[in-house]
C-alpha cells in the first residue's frame, strides 16, 4: 500500500516537473518557497502583529502555532517516519532548491505555514486570515513544484499545521475563560 502510494507521489512530481515548470513560473514559485524557509515569513508576521496591542494576542497564536508545528513536524514525525526525499528516491526528479538535509515527512515549510495561517485567521479579520491561508497553500504547493517534497509530504504537513494552529487557538480560549490573559 505504502509503496502504491509513493509511486503515485512520484509520478505526479514528474508529471509537474515535465508538464507545469516554466522558466515564466520558476522564479516566482522559488521566491514562494523561500518564503517559508524556516517558518521565517510566518515568525516575522507574528513578530510585527505584537507590536499593536489590537493583534497583540493573534501575534501569540500564532508563535504558539509555530512551536507545535516545529515540535511535530520537525522533531518528531520527520525523525519517526525517516521518509527519503523525491530526488533520493528517484534520479529523474531534479529539484530547483538547494537539497534540504532533512527528512522529507511531512512539510515543515507547509506545516508551519498552516499553523500560523489557521492562528490568524482566528485572531485577525477574515480578510486578513484568508489571505494568510492562500499564502500558506501557495508555500505548500512550491514544495512540489521545486522537488523537495510529496504530494502526501504536503497534505501530511497541512493537517498537522491545522491541529497545530488549532491546538494553539484552544490554549488561548482556555487562557481567556480562565482570566490568564485579557480579552482586546
Known amino acids: 500500500m505504502f509503496q502504491f502510494i509513493s509511486d503515485i507521489d512520484i509520478q505526479v512530481l514528474l508529471f509537474i516537473q515535465q508538464h507545469v515548470r516554466t522558466p515564466f513560473l520558476t522564479p516566482a514559485v522559488t521566491l514562494v518557497t523561500s518564503l517559508g524557509n ?7 508576521v507574528s513578530l510585527l502583529l ?7 494576542k493573534a ?7 509555530l512551536v507545535f508545528s516545529l515540535l511535530a513536524n520537525n522533531l518528531l514525525l520527520k ?3 525517516h521518509r527519503m526525499r523525491p530526488y533520493d528516491y528517484t534520479a529523474a526528479l531534479l529539484p530547483l532548491v538547494p ?6 515527512f511531512p512539510s515543515g515549510h507547509t506545516g508551519s505555514s498552516f499553523a500560523s495561517a489557521f492562528a490568524l485567521y482566528h485572531g485577525l479579520p477574515r480578510r486578513a486570515g484568508v ?7 501557495l508555500i505548500g504547493l512550491s514544495r512540489l513544484y521545486v522537488g523537495v517534497h510529496y504530494p502526501t509530504d504536503v497534505l501530511a504537513g497541512t493537517v498537522t499545521g491545522i491541529l497545530s494552529g488549532w ?3 484552544q490554549v488561548f480560549r ?3 475563560r480562565d482570566g490568564y490573559i485579557p480579552s482586546y
Open 174 to 176: 482556555r487562557m481567556g
Open 38 to 44: 524556516a517558518g521565517m515569513i510566518w515568525i516575522l
Open 131 to 137: 489571505l494568510f491561508f492562500i499564502l500558506a497553500a
Open 50 to 56: 505584537l507590536v499593536p496591542r489590537k493583534t497583540r
Open 59 to 65: 501575534g501569540c497564536m500564532s508563535l504558539l502555532a
Open 99 to 104: 537539497k534540504p538535509v532533512d527528512f522529507s
Open 79 to 81: 525523525n519517526l517516519v
Open 167 to 169: 491546538a494553539s487557538v
